[in-house]
Each structure stands twice: as structure tokens, then as C-alpha cells.
């Protein structure tokens, strides 16, 4: 049991950030390239902080709890990529930045936490 929690509540917590602020930028009308640099930041702001928090709590260096964070994410750009053929590109870059941003802050709250803990 103790085995699937952080996975299962990375994936749970994931599906918040990856409903309202992933899917949301990329379903919205973004007028303007600044518009897109701005929440393309967000996302990345959001994943490292929610990973950094999951890393800080779990302690484990692995990829595979980053990649459970950001995990409905990539599952929504993808369904939303046979919809918007025209937006597959976008919509990598989303994924790209919430899995990277999610991954790396993960990372980096283990090896802050395993450091505090020595």
C-alpha cells in the first residue's frame, strides 16, 4: 500500500494543474506571443513547485514521481491533439514543460529533503 501512495497522489494532484492550467492554455485563444511565453511560465512555476513539494515529501530520487505528476497532463494534450490537429505543436511544448518543470523539481525537492534529513 505504502508503495502506490506517492504515485497515486501525484496523479490525483496532477489532475488539478493539468485540467485548469495546462488544457486551459492550450483550449484559450492566446492573442499575442507574450501571452504564450507568460503561461508556458506558469506551467513551468506550477510543475517545479508541485514536484519540488512531492520530492520534498517522498525523499525518493526517481524520474517515475515527476512523470506521475505531470501525467494527466500529457494525457489531455494528447486527446486534444486529435481534435486541434493544427495545435500538436503547442501542445507538445506544453507537455514538454510540465513534464520537464514537474521531473526536475521533483528531483530537486529529494535531493533537498535527503540533504536536511543528513
Request: proline share 3%; charged share 10%; hydrophobic share 60%.
Amino acid at each position: 500500500m505504502k508503495k502506490y501512495f506517492w504515485p497515486v497522489t501525484a496523479f490525483i494532484t496532477g489532475i488539478l494543474p493539468g485540467f485548469f492550467l495546462v488544457f486551459n492554455f492550450i483550449f484559450s485563444d492566446v492573442i499575442s506571443l507574450y501571452e504564450r511565453i507568460l503561461s508556458l511560465l506558469v506551467v513551468v512555476v506550477a510543475y517545479l513547485v508541485l514536484g519540488a513539494a512531492f520530492g520534498l515529501a517522498s525523499r525518493d530520487i526517481r524520474l517515475a514521481g515527476g512523470i506521475w505528476l505531470s501525467l494527466p497532463a500529457l494525457f489531455l494534450a494528447f486527446i486534444y491533439s486529435f481534435k486541434e490537429v493544427n495545435s500538436a505543436a503547442i501542445n507538445l511544448l506544453y507537455s514538454a514543460a510540465a513534464l520537464g518543470s514537474s521531473v526536475i523539481g521533483f528531483h530537486l525537492g529529494a535531493k533537498l529533503s535527503r540533504r536536511l534529513k543528513q
